[in-house]
């Protein structure tokens, strides 16, 4: 596609579900961050892929955050056992190259809401 | 510590008002890069311009310009004669480079524009 493209657009789990947000970047992007955006706060690091090399994952709240990025494409943003603070809008961007200044291209989101 | 302030939480103006978006950074790299987002209601946000540390000149582009003080750690972002097609909610970012894990971009906390027709 022509722009970075995440589902489910919303999701509403309940607490103690395990929740899976699919990030496909625009083709050919070597960069890809996942942030996480609360509601009236600016996004919020959470991990950065190079290809499909996790090269930091220092923003994952906690353990029950990963995130893979297998053939260096598509990635999936997985929580286990979702708690009600983990509800937020979780963005993913990509990047055509590693180099600093390069400008992110964002998706649209993915609305998580933990009951 | 934050790495970039947004002081102006929200800032309503009238429609063809001029407003301005504050943005101060700190970082202790000589080589960074400064951007600006929107990101209107729809969610995704929008890249507007990006700014090197060396590269300190004024840019204007329409309506848009941006005031980059290197002095000061500030990169303000001015709209002139707002439309409502400006509300959003406007993000500052700085990227600075990281040996060995690549990029990290920091963003503000935001500021909400509300162009008031």
């Known amino acids: 596609g022509a722009g970075v493209s995440q589902s489910p657009r919303y999701k509403v789990a309940k607490r103690g579900q395990d929740v899976a947000l699919r990030c496909d970047p625009i083709s050919g992007h070597v960069s890809l961050f996942w942030y996480q955006q609360a509601l009236g706060q600016g996004p919020e690091f959470l991990t950065y892929f190079q290809n499909e090399a996790q090269l930091d994952k220092s923003g994952l709240p906690s353990d029950r955050f990963f995130a893979e990025r297998p053939e260096g494409s598509v990635s999936t943003l997985k929580i286990q056992r979702t708690q009600q603070e983990d509800s937020a809008v979780y963005l993913c961007?990509?990047?055509?190259?590693?180099?600093?200044?390069?400008?992110?291209?964002f998706g649209s989101g993915t609305q998580l809401s933990v009951l | 510590a934050q790495k970039v302030t947004q002081a102006q939480t929200e800032i309503s103006v009238v429609e063809k008002e001029d407003v301005t978006l504050d943005c101060v950074y700190e970082t202790r790299d000589t080589t960074y890069y400064l951007f600006w987002y929107k990101q209107p209601p729809s969610g995704e946000l929008v890249f507007l311009i990006r700014r090197n540390s060396f590269d300190e000149q004024n840019e204007i582009s329409g309506r848009y310009s941006w005031n980059f003080q290197k002095s000061t750690s500030s990169f303000n972002f001015t709209i002139t004669a707002s439309q409502v097609v400006d509300s959003a909610v406007y993000f500052c970012a700085l990227s600075e480079a990281q040996i060995g894990t690549g990029n990290q971009f920091y963003f503000g906390t935001g500021t909400s524009l509300t162009v008031i027709p």
């Open positions: 961007a990509s990047s055509l190259t590693s180099a600093t200044n390069e400008k992110l291209f």
